[in-house]
């Protein structure tokens, strides 16, 4: 493969993966990523940067090549739930008004139902990995804040584990409080997005 092929094929790749990156329903710009689940994918195309078709100014010098994740996030009308799918990993998030009373971790009659759905998801994804984070607003104490959303990523693990009852899978549980918001906290709209539980695992082969 010549040189020019080889630049032609990487620009088209970035191209394509900038195009078609779009989210597929409307949706609040995406969340800060809590760690541990950043896209991880290398680029397929290698670069040579001392490669003359360049044109590189002098002394400039090429980064590392990454991929670009395509992400499509779909949200049900009303914003009860919400889902993000990469190319390497499922996120499913359910706002706390569909789980829990107010400033409760206590699970309501339809939670269950909900966190089914979501255990059937991880069985087709065969998944041995599983993220359950909590979330809160940004009103009252932050440190009440950690502490609720911790609860109630607890109770969704526990419904997740008992509904799963598979040894295989290795949880990570946290409450992250009013940090990572997906929508503006200024707003009671907003705020009812922020208040939520992600549940999140790899795809199949991801």
């Known amino acids: 493969m010549t040189s020019n092929l080889r630049l032609a094929t990487a620009i088209s790749f970035l191209l394509a993966s900038t195009l078609y990156g779009t989210t597929t329903a409307q949706a609040d710009d995406d969340?800060?990523?809590p760690p541990g689940t950043e896209p991880s994918a290398s680029a397929p195309v290698e670069v040579d940067a001392?490669?003359?078709d360049l044109k590189l100014p002098d002394g400039a010098?090429?980064?590392r090549a990454k991929v670009l994740d395509i992400k499509s996030i779909v949200?049900?009308?009303?914003?009860?739930?919400?889902?993000?799918?990469?190319?390497?990993?499922?996120t499913l998030a359910l706002q706390a008004e569909v789980l829990f009373g107010k400033d409760s971790a206590k699970l309501g009659a339809e939670a269950k139902s909900r966190i089914t759905g979501i255990a059937d998801e991880?069985?087709?994804?065969?998944?041995t990995r599983v993220r359950v984070f909590g979330f809160t607003d940004d009103l009252g104490a932050s440190a009440h804040g950690d502490v609720l959303s911790k609860k109630r990523a607890n109770a969704v693990h526990?419904?997740?584990?008992?509904?799963?009852?598979?040894?295989?899978?290795?949880y990570e549980v946290r409450g992250y409080g009013e940090q990572y918001p997906i929508?503006?906290?200024?707003?009671?709209?907003?705020?009812?997005?922020n208040r939520r539980v992600e549940v999140s695992f790899p795809r199949s082969g991801g």
Do not use: H, M, W, Y
Not at 76 to 88: A, K, L
Not at 158 to 170: E, R
């Open 75 to 90: 949200e049900e009308q009303g914003g009860d739930e919400r889902r993000e799918d990469t190319n390497t990993s499922v």
């Open 183 to 193: 929508a503006d906290n200024s707003t009671e709209a907003g705020r009812k997005k």
């Open 31 to 33: 969340p800060g990523d």
């Open 61 to 63: 010098t090429l980064a």
């Open 158 to 170: 526990d419904v997740l584990s008992q509904t799963l009852n598979d040894a295989d899978i290795t």
């Open 50 to 52: 001392n490669d003359p």
């Open 122 to 127: 991880i069985k087709t994804q065969n998944a």
